[in-house]
């Protein structure tokens, strides 16, 4: 059972212009909805995260949008650089079963052309 | 400074054989965990250690264990390598289980021929 599902697998965009890429979720358990940023050779990283608690978070050209009650969370980059071309996973933390855990989706491979 | 860090980066050998991925963490996190990443670029956990202690053990074969010699190291050791288990392998701390930022290593990637 996938916990976190993610789309598009891949997406191209032009520079300048918004990417976006959807998650939707099934466990209300998850409290902590994190965006994590992959360039190749390279481990995950952090970009940006949102609690429940709040419908968006903004840090620079990064934003997430939280809908609780249909249990979604969007990434928009706005301004796309070719720099953003990376893989970006979403993912939600919390309680599965006995144990919290991070529940990353499949991935969106993110291609910006110059 | 590198705050997670795990070696080797690349890893070849033979089916049938042993081998071990060591990890590092120098952010005095309490949180270390080992993540697997297939061809599909899908991120998996595999295990969690809190404290030294095991917190998550995911459906894993038993050929892979973990041990933690103390809060800053977590290895994984596996047996009896398999084509399948070729795969990139994350490390990665937290400060808590809970609701904090995961960092990881830069992975290894682990070739079974």
């Known amino acids: 059972q996938q916990q976190v599902k993610q789309s598009p697998q891949s997406l191209i965009v032009q520079k300048g212009g918004i990417s976006i890429i959807n998650c939707a979720y099934e466990n209300t358990a998850f409290d902590y909805f994190p965006w994590y940023q992959q360039f190749p050779g390279k481990g995950p990283a952090l970009l940006i995260a949102?609690?429940?608690?709040?419908s968006e978070k903004k840090e620079g050209r990064f934003t997430i949008s939280f809908n609780k009650s249909a249990k979604q969370f969007s990434l928009h980059i706005m301004d796309s650089q070719p720099g953003d071309s990376a893989t970006y996973f979403c993912a939600a933390s919390g309680f599965v079963g006995s144990n919290y855990k991070l529940t990353f989706g499949k991935g969106t491979l993110l291609t910006v052309n110059p | 400074d590198t705050a997670v860090s795990q070696t080797p980066k690349y890893l070849v050998t033979q089916m049938g054989n042993d081998k071990s991925i060591k990890c590092e963490q120098n952010l005095g996190h309490d949180t270390m965990y080992w993540y697997k990443q297939d061809s599909k670029k899908f991120l998996k956990i595999m295990f969690s250690y809190n404290n030294k202690e095991l917190i998550i053990n995911e459906t894993v074969p038993n050929r892979f264990s973990p041990k933690s010699p103390d809060k800053a190291h977590l290895n994984l050791h596996i047996n009896s390598l398999e084509l399948g288990d070729s795969a990139v392998y994350f490390c990665?701390?937290?400060?808590?289980?809970?609701?904090?930022?995961?960092?990881f290593g830069q992975g290894t990637r682990l070739t079974v021929v």
């Open positions: 949102i609690r429940p608690d709040v």
């Open positions: 990665a701390s937290s400060q808590e289980e809970e609701n904090t930022e995961a960092f």
